[in-house]
RNA sequence: CAGCUAUGUA
């Protein structure tokens, strides 16, 4: 069963959602019983294939073997949904689920900001504390990029003093998602700061900053940002 | 101590 799971997450990952659910397939056919890391990975398959109904039926095969209140499960099952924009099944399945950890918070979270509703996800991230659950770097980066699309400076700015008081910051997605966030919501000073606070080798916070100049229409800064960079290069 | 879910920009 090992062998097959490894088999199936592994096409998952490299984005052969088709050739992982035939391994699934092949599994069922030799009489094995999946189990909930099984379970998974075959839903992480339908993801990539882009598959809703096959999502759906091994959602029913799990509530069949029971594995619906398994956290780990759950969570993945809100994601098949959540990239469907299927939000309300996901929901469902959040507010039946007993124990929320930080990823079925974080799913839900991040859905809700892809799909566009961006004070919801805010919402949700309040409630998230409410309710004692942590997040991490990746709830950080959902909740930043809706502040920065909702524009919401003073919601952006307390999250970002979570984020400094969790040691975050260190976390190249996350400084760079601020630095974004403080871009589009027209504060380069505020991003300048955060760059020059956080170095890093990982090139995607510089990027988020000059990108972030243009988008201001700032083209002078953008250059001269470059330049100044470019000679510590030499 | 086998297989393991969620995150941005372009």
């Given at each position: 069963l090992v062998s097959w799971t490894a088999m199936i997450a592994g096409y998952a990952d490299?984005?052969?959602?088709?050739?992982a659910l035939g391994f699934f397939e092949q599994m069922l056919a030799k009489g094995l019983c999946p189990d909930s890391v099984t379970f998974v990975s075959g839903l992480k398959a339908?993801?990539?294939v882009a598959s809703l109904s096959h999502g759906q039926a091994l959602h029913m095969d799990i509530i069949q073997e029971g594995f619906e209140g398994v956290s780990y499960v759950a969570n993945s099952l809100m994601d098949l949904y959540v990239k469907w924009?299927?939000?309300?099944?996901?929901?469902?399945?959040?507010?039946?689920?007993?124990?929320r950890d930080t990823i079925s918070w974080t799913v839900l979270i991040n859905g809700y900001v892809n799909n566009g509703f961006l004070e919801e996800a805010l919402l949700s991230y309040n409630q998230m504390q409410s309710n004692d659950v942590s997040p991490n770097s990746v709830t950080m980066v959902s909740a930043l990029r809706a502040c920065g699309s909702l524009g919401d400076p003073n919601k952006g700015h307390q999250i970002h003093l979570e984020v400094i008081m969790d040691g975050f910051e260190t976390d190249p997605l996350v400084s760079s998602s601020l630095v974004e966030m403080y871009a589009k919501l027209g504060f380069p000073k505020e991003a300048e700061d955060t760059y020059l606070e956080?170095?890093?080798?990982?090139?995607?916070?510089?990027n988020a900053l000059v990108l972030g100049y243009i988008e201001q229409g700032l083209e002078k800064e953008a250059f001269d940002f470059v330049k100044l960079e470019a000679k510590y290069l030499d």
């Open positions: 490299l984005g052969q959602g088709n050739v339908c993801c990539s924009g299927h939000l309300q099944e996901a929901c469902d399945i959040f507010n039946e689920l007993s124990n956080n170095q890093s080798e990982d090139p995607s916070m510089f």
